[in-house]
């Protein structure tokens, strides 16, 4: 790094330029960088570098590309119209290379360290840093004997843990989607700035929540040679399988006993629950009704037990999930909350699917909770909405504490 | 993000194309990416896509640009002569755009989440992770009365913290440089695990180690306007100073008193260090001679009395740092560690200058370590062997434990 480079840089904490008109820099930008930026319509302003660049398109990963525009000083600009509140995904493409915003911070997601831009929700401040008191989240690294490697993980820990030394504390575990990592509860979903705000305002109890990375594949286990072999062939739904129950495996065999060996747990089912996003709500319906002796609580946000939420596949609930719907009032008795979630704007495919799914529980009286997100898609913002509603929800049945 | 998509990146993790000889994905790549890729002779190959780009440069931060070549599947590709090793930072430069590259994880340096390209020293393991205890890193938030704002530290936690709830610890305030911010140390240095196997061998006694933000400005200050103000004009140096001094009381006022509430500290000077990089040495030197009824080690990574080491100055041991230095002999007793370290293929001006601070020290007998980092330059395999050097050094004197 240029020395006088970096005493440059220590003024963008210092310098902003002057904004014109209504729009200021997001959120989710690096330190001074006055692009991207967003105004009170919801309208985003991008800005890029490419002096020598033919072709540069702004590319959300939920949305169209759009093409950006060439300035006389080298600078590529383009505006939005108004855009959903959360934080999306985006990527530049810049003379066909899809290339991460210099500007904004990254955020792992789609397998990259990709962009983010945070559009506000007017009056909604459940998910932001406010005045009172803050859990730690906590990097834990654990050796687990099914992967064969240490592996990493997320652990919020409520206000007052390290306080009220004699207190223990319902767990909910909480899953990440396909192409994302453990930090995307946090990083993405302010999974930490939810929690605190609900306990501070009553609404959830004290609880730990652990965020695991879902990718795993079993020790001394070959790497599967999947060239040439698409998605959907034979070849690759074994893989995709392998990977899912090593990762049951993980969690159900190592984590869990981690978490309860080193952190003040209650450690039985009515205090431990599940949930997670897209490919971490599948994990969840998997792990959780493999395993109902050891949770009691379910949440599946924009995924929950693949084929039934997003194939064609109808719900029979006699053989479903093992057989644990079969008799609804014991499966109301024993699993204290079944949630489901899905944002309108979702693809239509995975928005029928999860409805389907809460129609098919429906008709078969197997108690559960259904939320819609209005007008949000496969986004941040769904999955915010969503623990905000599942948190309240959880840990008040079962056993007394001890 | 496209479903198909989602499930086509579950085998990034599973997957990995042929390497060609000795060729590895580094470490620092995101998950299944197969370049950039290093060999057993520190050699290394970057590719990007890039099909319509006219002129695509690797930019080593701390080296010359080098010119990638462009292939007939439209992706771009050099090979590196040998590096030294380490995490070395670097950029993209796609017609005229400087970006980061989409498999590298991100790195925050230089005021944005770059890339960066860990080289595997032979025979170091003492910064990875082993198969020892490891202690937790803790995201904290802080509201600071001095900036007005929350704000954001990491907290290392050595092993057994959570499980010997009756012993206090020493703290170590270890700072990140100018453009890199307080995740720097873990991400890129890998201080958690440096502690770890550092404690795990006896080398350094138990520790906390907190790293803290190193920007700030007051509350209610108004942003100063530094347009047209270069670097080194009168209204850029009061800027610097007020942010100095703004970092100065927030770490002293707010952090310090925040971390001994709230974690087991030994809350006294013979057990609190404080340590920096760069821009974090100076801070480091300013904070801890402007306190030395807080501290009483000291050290400085390539950054140490700005103008002293980097300017023309010349020490006069009977004013410098508030004349601390004028009595050896007391200085020695009340300082139990002064410790400056540099690389020596840091810029000539910055080497120089730290050489003649250390032999200025020796001419004023004043007693500290001096340590130079063989054949690194101005980046973390640097900073990482002077945490290994500094952190068994301290808290071995001064009052024994309360």
Redesign the interface.
Known sequence: ?????????????????QESGDFKPADTN???ADFPRVDSASRAQFR?????????KLNF??GPKLDMAKQPD?FWTVTTTPLAPGLH?YT?I???????D?????F??????ASGIEIPEPGSTYYL?Q?VP?G??????Y?SGVTGD?RHALVYTPPGY?VQ?NVRYPVLYLQH???E?ETGW?RQGHA?FILDNLIASGSSKPMIVVMANG?A?RARRP?????GKP?GSPE?MK??QE?AAAFEDDMTQVLIPYIDS??RTIPDRDHRAMAGL??GGMQTFQVTFDHLDLFSYIGGFSGAAGPLA?GNEKLDAKTAFNGALADPAAFAKRVHLLWIGVGTEE?A??HAGLVRLHTSLVEANVQHVFYESPGTA?EWQTWRRDLKDFAPRLFHEGSAKP
Chains 1, 2 share one sequence.
Not at 136 to 141: L, P
């Open positions: 790094m240029k020395w006088v480079g970096v005493f440059t840089l220590l003024f963008a904490s210092l310098c902003c330029a690096v330190s001074g890029v570098k490419a002096p020598d660049a033919a072709a540069v990963w939920s080298g995904y530049l810049i003379d066909g290379a899809e290339v991460s210099p500007s904004s911070h990254a792992y997601g789609g397998g990259r360290d840093a005045d803050h730690q989240v906590r990097e834990v690294w050796h240490w390290d030394t989607g396909g192409g990592d946090t930490n990718y594949r790497v599967p040679d999947l060239a998605f690759a893989a995709m990977m080193n952190f897209s490919m997003f693809p495919m995975m496969h």
